[in-house]
Each structure stands twice: as C-alpha cells, then as structure tokens.
C-alpha cells in the first residue's frame, strides 16, 4: 500500500464511525451488552487499521511535519532526502548529533561541515581541548578551524557513521552543511524550491 491508499481509509474509518454512532442513536430496544460488544469491534477495528497502515501514517505525518518546518527534512521510501527552501532562499536542515538538534546552512561552496563555537558546545565539545589549526581561505580571509569527528549523526530516520567536522574559531550564525557531507550522496539536485539528496 501506497500513501495514496491514505484517504479510502479516512474514509472508511469515517464510514465506519458514521454507522457506529447511528447504530446508537436508533431505538433503545438495543441490549446494553450488544452496544458494548459494537463498541469493542470498532475500536479493535480501528486499532488493526492503523496498525496495518502504520507505514503509510508515519509517512504521511512526516510529510506535513516537513511542510511546516522547512528544516525538517523528509525521507521517501527509497532514503531520498528532500528539504523545502526556507524564506530567506537558503536550504538548511536539522541533523542529531549526540542527540541534540543542531541547524545547518547547506553551504556547496563549503568543502567541509563547519560547527559553530555554540553548535559545538551543544553537543558536549571541549572548547578548550580544540586545536584551531586547519586554514580555510574565506570571503573574510583566512580562518582557522579545529577538526573533530563526530561517530554517528542522523537526519530523521537515516543514520551516517564517521563524520568528519571543524569548528570555526570566528563566530557563526549558523553552523555549516559543506560538500564532505552531500558528497555522501549520489546526486543532489534542486527542483523548484527544494532540494533533494539522493543515496
């Protein structure tokens, strides 16, 4: 089943409450017991239906999720990630790491995934350990990063092991997604007002 299944089964589970509450609105020679017992099969009824189609639901409150939040990427069946253009024309998207939701510019014009001093303190890094000794040429001049490597980061259900990060000593509004990480993907392509990473 398909998210185009989704609205028969509104429909039927509309259906299904539509004849249940006339079922007792009709006289009251209905025994108690058999009320009960109606009550009952429409619930488990319900509950099997949602189960079944829980693939479908999941997915559908993703989508919506995503619409709502453009930082909220969204992944298709096929780890397709697809995310929504903000109103300032930047694509950005929250990634967990260490459990904490941390917001990203996507940067193609930075070659690596740069933290911010703040981003980097979020996560639990020791500032004060760090070695800022990696150069970046930027539009500003030279900056110096301190290089990290982070085990595990995950964008919604999507899991990626081993990334490597620096953190910029300079100050940053927003932490940034560079090409080390989108050239993860196999293609990364914008349509009309999003953006979508293909695995």
């Known amino acids: 089943m398909t998210e ?63 619409e709502l939040n453009p930082t909220k990427a969204i992944v298709s069946q096929n780890n397709v990630i697809e995310i929504r253009k903000a109103d300032d024309n930047h694509f950005y998207i929250q990634l967990k790491i260490n459990n904490k939701n941390i917001l990203f510019l996507i940067d193609t014009g930075a070659s690596d995934i740069t933290l911010s001093l703040r981003d980097a303190k979020r996560i639990g890094v020791n500032i ?17 990063g301190a290089p990290i490597k982070i085990n595990k980061v995950k964008i919604s259900s999507l899991e990626f092991r081993d990334i490597y990060m620096s953190v910029n000593k300079e100050k940053m509004n927003t932490s940034l997604l560079g090409m080390s990480f989108l050239n993860r993907f196999s293609e990364y392509q914008i349509i009309g007002d999003k953006l979508f990473l293909k695995p």
Not at 136 to 142: L, R
């Open 4 to 66: 185009n299944d989704l609205p028969h089964i509104v429909y039927s589970l509309i259906l299904l409450a539509f004849l249940g509450s006339s079922f007792f609105l009709k006289s009251n020679q209905k025994s108690k017991k058999i009320k009960q017992l109606l009550v009952w099969f429409i619930i488990i009824f319900v509950i099997l239906i949602l189960y079944s189609y829980r693939d479908i639901f999941s997915g559908f409150q993703n989508r919506i999720a995503g």
């Open 128 to 144: 004060n350990k760090l070695k800022f000794n990696k150069p970046y040429m930027t539009a500003n001049g030279m900056i110096y």
